[in-house]
């Protein structure tokens, strides 16, 4: 997850530190100032942190938080094998090796050995869970985990031939608006059988129901089946991915999931007699579907934005009452001069001290930390000053009132998860970024970057230049104020899609060697770009340059935290990008039949049915897809729906001639709007006439929050003479930095990878700030 939680904690942290630290645990932290909330100080407290969770208000399960039941337990086991990494991150030597679970790792109330614990196999026992690589990597590469009770109360009648068919259903409405399904199980528990079955081998078959009638049996697609001894136990799993997908974008063709159990010689046998534990069995051990999920699109809190007059209004007054609270007597009495220097400080948030403990699971708390401290000139080397930091002391000396003292603040934030009961008392496990103070130093944009977004990020462009030069742009901001943020409609988050590697490179007209490709790809991966399109599986008679996309596809080296989607034209494109291991493709037409035809050989209606075709195909293999389509000159509103309809997560909509003014794009997207929500959409620009930053800002206003742009302006238009290449990834970044807009991207990494691919290619780069930044000459400090 990528949305600026930290940012929004940061303020709240200025009214925490006013009532000394009233969230910490007595028992735990007797270093801690501690007192009783008073009422208002909680409902801000939980208001705030409501609003970090992405809640727009307190869940009320329908029962009682600790039962034994299978889902919660499941859940439960994959909340410890996620926070056994981020303790071993955030704890360290911290708090005295103070605990705050019990030794057991699980919170009071709950069992750490539930009697079947689980494993992602075809037939799990008594093993650790998540004993296989394919789970961690679900729990690795998902934002959210989702667990869904069967709602099916009493069983189906169904004609003699299915008379020991059993009906499964799960309500998948609840899902957070922007989360996609990157993996999907439905888990059934069987016992050992004996008697008359013993010495023979089952088949679980499991099938999605497709359409119900009154008077006969159901229409139905067969989703997985496994053979099993009659003797084995333990819980079979199913994958379920695409069919979850489908439910998602239709929630009206959710018929819910069939099972049945037969002999080889396909003979129907009743579930009890072959150890399938139904409804009526015991909780622990209650079928339930478990579902991955990452979000496909930077979320937007409307609940944030909305209320930003309020928390400008909470800052001020919490800076008030920090003044004068009388509670502040009772600790640090120093006044500014005599205040210790920058540095950590500990602040425990205790999720049972806010009257939570019968929503939230796990944990009962989290050690949060934060940054606290004078930063006097001069600042000495212990305390980890940015340069920038270094330059604004020496400003502020010399312009008191115009230039505020750097700010301490944090320079490492990890993450958190929390495992809890949402309204309709499905369990939910999320990640949390950016929630944990790791590091903190001295900076100079830290405190209008927290009003602005993540801090960690904003505290990185500072880190990244090396001199007061490179720094000088970001300098307005400390006079601006908050002028940026009040820019009409601005997202606080935007997602970069990298496209430079594959569109940025196949009109090449000299062939980039493979291992060029796979380097460049490998260092974008470090950049914190969340998606980078890789390769493109095209015939080669048609694009020479994307020959190597199966060893290059192979050959770079991914990290869990980046998506790396590849172009597939159509089936047989899907087909081989699936088997050199494409986790995730991309389509691409036109609004324009004359472009369709030259692009891509084919009219609108033809690259449509082919679409049609990859997409199938790939939720058969719980693959997502991403659309994009050229607009210019067109009415793309309709092919905007029925890519979206078609079941692209994403929709990218191109101006691949660079031809766009802020006008065009400005009708075009409300002409789009009208059918796609604005959630899904991407714009793609290019920059023949300079204008693709005003286009994309113009995108920005009208809730745009996915950008398509290529590292040093890479590609171009083969069928439009003159067109140039796609906006530089650079000076979207430098834009959006600017507006204080949160990317999660460093910016100087951006630039060495552009640098790297110039290089190669022998050719000047197209970055307006890379081609700035050359002539600035760096004087290194000692």
């Known amino acids: 997850m990528r949305a600026p939680t930290f940012g929004l904690f940061w303020s709240c942290l200025g009214f925490l530190h006013g009532v000394q630290c009233g969230l910490g645990d007595n028992h735990v932290h007797s270093s801690f ?7 208002h100080e909680r409902r801000e407290i939980q208001r705030e942190i409501l609003s970090i969770l992405g809640l727009p208000h307190r869940p009320r399960p329908f029962s009682p938080g600790k039962q034994a039941s299978s889902a919660p337990l499941f859940m439960l086991d994959l909340y410890n094998a996620m926070t056994t990494d981020e303790e071993n991150a955030i704890l360290g030597k911290t708090l005295s090796g103070k605990a705050r679970k019990t030794a057991s790792g699980v919170p009071h109330g709950y069992s ?13 026992s008594q093993s650790p869970p998540l004993a296989t690589a394919q789970d961690t990597n679900f729990l690795n590469d998902a934002d959210m985990v989702m667990s869904f009770v069967n ?26 608006e922007g989360e996609a399904v990157t993996a999907a199980e439905f888990r059934i528990y069987k016992d050992q059988s004996h008697g008359r079955y013993e010495n023979i081998t089952l088949k679980v078959t499991i099938y999605q129901v497709i359409k119900e009638y009154p008077n006969r049996d159901a229409e139905t697609f067969l989703l997985d089946s496994k053979r099993i001894r009659a003797t084995d136990g333990g819980w079979l799993v199913f994958d379920i991915t695409a069919t979850s997908n489908h439910w998602v974008l239709n929630p009206q063709q959710n018929m819910g999931l069939q099972l049945c159990v037969e002999t080889t010689d396909g003979r129907s046998i009743n579930m009890k007699s072959a150890g399938i534990i139904g409804r009526n069995g015991p909780q622990s051990k209650q079928p339930f579907l478990v579902a991955f999920f990452k979000a496909s699109e930077v979320l937007l809190r409307s609940v944030r934005a909305t209320g930003s007059k309020r928390k400008s209004h909470n800052r001020n007054k919490s800076r008030t009452q920090q003044k004068s609270s009388p509670a502040l007597k009772s600790g640090d009495q120093n006044t500014s001069e005599q205040r210790q220097a920058c540095k950590k400080h500990e602040l425990y948030v205790s999720f049972r001290d806010l009257g939570w403990q019968d929503w939230i699971i796990a944990p009962e708390g989290y050690a949060a930390f934060y940054c606290d401290g004078e930063c006097s000139f001069p600042l000495n080397a212990h305390m980890n000053a940015t340069n920038h930091a270094i330059v604004q002391t020496l400003v502020h000396l010399m312009f008191p009132d115009n230039v ?86 601005l997202p606080l988050c935007v997602k970069i899609v990298e496209v430079g590697p594959r569109d940025g490179l196949q009109n090449e007209k000299e062939i980039v060697p493979t291992e060029v490709k796979i380097q460049l790809i490998d260092m974008l991966s470090q950049t914190g770009l969340p998606v980078i399109e890789a390769t493109s599986f095209v015939s080669s008679k048609w694009v020479a340059q994307m020959a190597d996309h199966t060893a290059v596809l192979r050959g770079i080296k991914r ?60 939720k058969q293999e719980g693959i997502p897809v991403r659309g994009l389509f050229s607009w210019l000159f067109s009415v793309p509103a309709q092919v905007a729906k029925q890519l979206f309809e078609l079941g692209c997560y994403e929709v990218s909509l191109g101006d691949t001639i660079g031809v766009g003014t802020a006008g065009s794009m400005a009708e075009m997207l409300s002409d789009v709007l009208t059918e796609v929500p604005v959630s899904v959409l991407a714009v793609h620009c290019h920059d023949t006439y300079g204008q693709a930053l005003p286009n994309i800002l113009i995108a920005l206003q009208m809730g745009v929050s996915v950008v398509d742009s290529s590292v040093a302006g890479l590609g171009g238009c083969p069928y439009a003479k003159g067109a140039s290449g796609n906006v530089s990834t650079e000076d979207v970044l430098y834009m959006l930095h600017g507006l204080g807009i949160e990317t999660g991207v460093d910016l100087l990494k951006v630039m060495e990878a552009g640098e790297f691919i110039c290089r190669a290619l022998n050719r000047t780069t197209n970055s307006k700030v890379s081609q700035a930044t050359k002539n600035i000459q760096p004087s290194h400090s000692k």
């Open 33 to 39: 100032i501690y007192r009783r909330l008073r009422n």
């Open 112 to 124: 750490s050995a539930p009697q079947q614990p689980y494993r992602a196999a075809p037939l799990t």
């Open 151 to 176: 709602l099916v109360e009493r069983d189906k009648d169904f004609s003699h031939h299915r008379r020991h068919y059993r009906e499964f259903r799960f309500d998948l409405t609840q899902i957070p």
């Open 404 to 489: 505020p003292k750097p700010c301490c603040a944090p320079t490492k934030l990890n993450a958190i998860s929390v495992l809890y009961f949402d309204d309709s008392s499905n369990v939910i496990l999320k990640k949390y970024r950016n929630m944990v103070v790791s590091s903190g130093n001295s900076t100079g944009l830290a405190d209008r970057a927290s009003r602005m977004g993540n801090v960690s990020t904003a505290v990185k462009h500072c880190l990244s230049y090396e001199t007061f030069l490179r720094d000088y742009p970001w300098f307005p901001r400390l006079l601006w104020e908050e002028k940026c943020s009040e820019l009409p409609k």
């Open 559 to 618: 990290s869990p935290d980046v998506r790396y989607p590849v172009l597939t034209p159509n089936i047989q494109g899907f087909q081989a990008a699936v088997a050199a291991g494409a986790t995730e493709v991309a389509v691409f037409g036109s609004a324009s039949e004359t472009f369709s035809r030259k692009n891509i050989n084919c009219s609108i209606e033809e690259s449509l049915q082919r679409f049609e075709q990859v997409i199938s195909a790939a």
